[in-house]
Nanobody
Framework: QVQLAESGGGLVQPGGSLRLSCVAS????????MGWYRQAPGKQRELVAV???????SYDDSVNGRFTISRDSAKNTWYLQMNSLKPEDTAVYYC???????????WGQGTQVTVSE
């Protein structure tokens, strides 16, 4: 059984930085294609970053140049470095497989990111 545990969120001022972590436990391919998603209040969950294999990355236009996705395969951990944060980045952030969830319908608890004065 796979579990995903996101952490690293918090309250930060505009222009600040956070690094999110996602630890995967259970039977998971260490080199699986993974994404970071976010869901703001009243909005649908959206994909913000994808890491395919070891290095191939892609980003939503809204975060391109500010966010960086990476992985530590030895630790089964994925990261999302977020710089120059904006209030519109406020959301609950989740990691999961891409383009499909690791387990059908399964999402971790997510981690709250709030960007505010």
């Amino acid at each position: 059984q796979v579990q995903l545990a996101e952490s690293g969120g918090g309250l930060v001022q505009p222009g600040g930085s956070l690094r999110l972590s996602c630890v995967a436990s259970g039977k998971i391919n260490r080199f699986a294609d993974m994404g970071w998603y976010r869901q703001a209040p009243g909005k649908q969950r959206e994909l913000v970053a994808v890491l395919r294999g070891l290095r191939a990355t892609s980003y939503d236009d809204s975060v391109n140049g500010r966010f960086t996705i990476s992985r530590d395969s030895a630790k089964n951990t994925w990261y999302l470095q977020m710089n120059s944060l904006k209030p519109e980045d406020t959301a609950v952030y989740y990691c999961n497989g891409y383009p499909r969830t690791i387990v059908p319908g399964y999402w971790g608890q997510g981690t709250q990111v709030t960007v505010s004065e």
